[in-house]
């Protein structure tokens, strides 16, 4: 029924704009498809759910690609039973579709229900389509704060200072708290830290993927909690000295996050690929160059700026390995206009090209020179 309703107001939403075609924008195959009648919005909801993905694929233990996207709708300001902030349906077959309302077309709001929306399709594809995902608020907000945290590292200071003039939350009221984003209580810090807790508590018994997998099918979390992490915990009172314990440790470490070298190379390769629609409305992969060449266009620029602003917060956090890619890519993106603007192009293009290479041959040598020493300890201990 619901997937009726919400078939009956995308079409309630196309019918006034007979004659205007939606907007598609993708991210890579298999992760999100995101219509919209404002090509702007689908194009900043489109790069959100990339900068998402690339950021929780660790923690959340995501494939390279699921079968079939998550599907993002931008509903029109107006629609008719429109949600304020987001619906997230799972169709027959699995389908998992994104209604984004319209105060959710931005911010912690879009994050949110980007997340939202990630947390069923992994369900889906961990369960099956038959299964309903259970998507608990503490998981949906934990994920959002972990995501807005390692992109910007003075968010992480902050919430850190706050959470050091705290005490801290009752496990039991976090993890008992209503499915979907409506919050844990309202409490935003305490659903990041337990989140970031469990998992820096998992280890080669893989706790954490465990538990996330079992939250997402439904039941009982403290059982679940206790069935992942063996022998963490006695009663429920050990299990609250466990989790206080824990907050204490992470609100008052003094490192930054950083990047992994995987992490980065995927984050910048990101912010170096350009895909636009061509004359015949097919989308093509334009190179750097070509971009950085028609930079004066209002929608290249503001694309340039975007970029720009989002490499800026992770500067500090990426990988040795890649750091001197990022300088030059960040000083691309910030390119002037002019003549000597047009010579230096030519040399950042060549020069993040040899940056890029050589972060990627660092990165190669060093997982050898790895894999060769822990192939090393086996056969020792054989």
Do not use: K
Not at 164 to 174: A, F, G, Q, Y
């Amino acid at each position: 029924m619901n997937c009726i309703l919400w078939l009956a107001l995308g079409l309630l939403a196309v019918l006034p704009l007979r004659g205007a075609a939606p907007v598609l924008a993708a991210s890579l195959a298999g992760r999100f498809e995101v219509a919209s009648m404002d090509a702007a919005v689908a194009h900043r909801v489109a790069a959100a759910a990339e900068e998402g993905w690339r950021v929780l694929a660790a923690p959340l233990g995501l494939p390279p690609a699921f079968p079939s996207p998550v599907f993002v709708r931008v509903v029109p300001a107006g629609t008719p039973g429109a949600p304020a902030t987001h619906d997230v349906a799972v169709e027959t077959g699995g389908l998992v579709t994104l209604w984004l309302g319209p105060r959710a077309q931005e911010g912690r709001a879009l994050r949110v229900a980007l997340v939202d929306a990630l947390l069923h399709r992994l369900g889906v594809a961990l369960h099956g389509a038959t299964m309903q995902p259970v998507v608990a608020s503490w998981l949906v907000l934990g994920a959002t704060g972990w995501w807005e945290t390692r992109v910007n590292g003075a968010r992480l200071d902050a919430l850190r200072e706050a959470s050091r003039r705290r005490s801290p939350p009752e496990i039991v009221r976090l993890l008992d708290g209503p499915p979907g984003a409506s919050g844990s209580g309202g409490d935003d810090a305490g659903a990041m830290w337990l989140f970031t807790f469990l998992l820096a508590e998992s280890g080669r018994g893989a706790e954490w993927p465990r538990l996330l997998a079992r939250l997402l099918a439904g039941g009982d979390p403290q059982a679940m909690l206790a069935q992942a992490y063996v022998g963490r915990f006695g009663g429920p009172d050990e299990r609250e000295l466990w989790w206080q314990t824990g907050w204490q440790y992470h609100v008052r470490q003094r490192v930054l996050p950083g990047l992994e070298a995987e992490e980065a190379r995927e984050f910048l390769a990101s912010l170096a690929r350009f895909v636009f629609a061509d004359e015949a409305g097919a989308d093509r992969l334009v190179p750097f160059s070509e971009v950085l060449a028609r930079r004066t266009e209002p929608w290249v620029a503001a694309e340039l700026a975007r970029r720009g602003a989002d490499l800026g917060r992770s500067v500090a956090a990426m990988h040795p390995f890649y750091r001197n890619a990022a300088l030059t890519l960040a000083e691309a993106f910030a390119l002037g206009v002019g003549p000597e603007a047009d010579r230096r192009r030519e040399v950042l293009v060549a020069q993040w090209e040899r940056d890029w290479a050589d972060g990627r041959t660092l990165e190669a040598a060093t997982s050898e020179v790895l894999d060769r020493w822990e192939s090393r300890l086996r056969a020792s201990a054989r």
